[in-house]
Each structure stands twice: as structure tokens, then as C-alpha cells.
């Protein structure tokens, strides 16, 4: 089955500073990659998404990158501020598989002011 | 609307003690999943439900069982409890997945120990 690997599993930056998140997936059949953001005592929240067809997509300071030759996807988070500081996941999914999405062990982000 | 809910927040048992967690959203979803979450190994799904009446097993169904009588309601169900299963048990749920995934909307969690 699929596995996702997440790496670095903490990570730690100075405001304003770029934070970077990767994953890599085994299986190629996988064309759904979300990001979660899990924040203190709350359930994880979508912030970005990408299918296969994409090789990049962008909201405000946020933005994925796929490349499937390598399976692996990262997040990039520019600009950083303190309110970025939380929990963030990986995962990944495919076609007629019930929706279930297999995830990233996560990666605890620290902004520091 | 108030989303995925779940009761209760905070829960200790004794181990061999039985409980049942309940998950309820009001977003007319079709598909419902439940997930434990353990330090360094994110989140790992139990079992899920394609819709009223239905369900499948995940990643890691031992020890639990769901049921599903009710669209807007997902039950997890420990019958006797193991410290094993301390973690922070989440629900989701989305629309239907039809051919392609979608994104899943989470509840607030679970927080069960096990002494």
C-alpha cells in the first residue's frame, strides 16, 4: 500500500523567514496531495491541495510543488509570522479508494518573532 | 452549522473498560472516517464508512469496531479498553468521493487515556 514519508519533523525559523516541508509517496498511482495545518488542541484544517495534473500551485504565502518522476511534494511557506506556528501534514490519496487519505508523520513548525 | 462534532473531548478509562466515541456532522456527508493520532506517526486511519449502513476497516481496525445507523452519525467503539489505545482519536468526513478525493473536514478530537 501507500506509504508517505515526511521529513523534517521539526523545524524552527525566524519570522519572516521561508520554511520549506517535504514528503515523498511510493505509489504512483497517488494524484491527490493535501496539506493540513493542525493548530493547538484543534482538528487539522486543509490549507492547500494539489493533483497530478499540477506541477505547482500558489495561495498568498503558500505554495506546493509535485514532482511525480521523483514522487515527492513540499510545501513552501514565505514570509513566515508567529501564527504560522503548528502542526503541518502531508498526505496522500487516489482514485476509488473510499476518499482515505494516507498521511505524513508531520512536522512541528516553530516561528520564532 | 456546526461541522464535525465529537463527545467527548476528554475521556481516562481503566484498561478493560469499554466506551464508545461518538462523531456527528451536519453537512449531509456521505463518507465518514475515524483516525488515531500518535506522536511522530500522524494520522492513521481505523475504519471509514462510504454511507448509512456501511463500513471498512483502515489501517489499524484492531480493537475497534463503528457503526454507521445514521448518515449524520459515525460511532467508534472500544470494547475493552488497552493502554495501546491512548492517543487523540479524530473524525472526518466528506462529501461523497466519487472518482476523484477530496478534502476531508475534521472534528475537534478526542483525547483518550488508557491507565
Known amino acids: 500500500g501507500e506509504n508517505v514519508e515526511q521529513h523534517p519533523s521539526t523545524l524552527s525559523v525566524q519570522e519572516g523567514d521561508s520554511a520549506v516541508i517535504k514528503c515523498t509517496y511510493s505509489?504512483?498511482?497517488?494524484?491527490?496531495f493535501p496539506w493540513y495545518k493542525q493548530e493547538l488542541g484543534k482538528g487539522p484544517q486543509l490549507i492547500i491541495d494539489?493533483?497530478?495534473?499540477?506541477g505547482e500551485k500558489k495561495d498568498q504565502r503558500i505554495a506546493v510543488t509535485l514532482n511525480k518522476t521523483a514522487k515527492h511534494f513540499s510545501l513552501h511557506i514565505t514570509e513566515t509570522q508567529p501564527e504560522d506556528s503548528a502542526v503541518y501534514f502531508c498526505a496522500a490519496s487516489m482514485n476509488n479508494q473510499g476518499g482515505k487519505l494516507i498521511f505524513g508523520q508531520g512536522t512541528e513548525l516553530s516561528v520564532k518573532p | 452549522n456546526a461541522g464535525v462534532t465529537q463527545t467527548p473531548k476528554f475521556r481516562v478509562l481503566k484498561t478493560g473498560q469499554s466506551m464508545t466515541l461518538l462523531c456527528a456532522q451536519d453537512?449531509?456527508?456521505?463518507?465518514m472516517y475515524w483516525y488515531r493520532q500518535d506522536p511522530g506517526m500522524g494520522l492513521r486511519l481505523i475504519h471509514y464508512?462510504?454511507?448509512?449502513?456501511?463500513?471498512a476497516k483502515g489501517e489499524v481496525p484492531d480493537g475497534y469496531n463503528v457503526s454507521r445507523l445514521k448518515k449524520q452519525n459515525f460511532l467508534l467503539g472500544l470494547e475493552s479498553a488497552a493502554p495501546s489505545q491512548t492517543s487523540v482519536y479524530f473524525c472526518?468526513?466528506?462529501?461523497?468521493?466519487?472518482?476523484?478525493?477530496?478534502?476531508?473536514?475534521f472534528g475537534p478530537g478526542t483525547r483518550l487515556t488508557v491507565t
Open positions: 472526518a468526513s466528506i462529501p461523497t468521493a466519487g472518482l476523484y478525493p477530496h478534502e476531508q473536514y
Open positions: 505509489d504512483s498511482a497517488s494524484n491527490y
Open positions: 464508512s462510504v454511507g448509512e449502513g456501511t463500513t
Open positions: 494539489i493533483r497530478s495534473n499540477v
Open positions: 453537512m449531509n456527508h456521505e463518507y
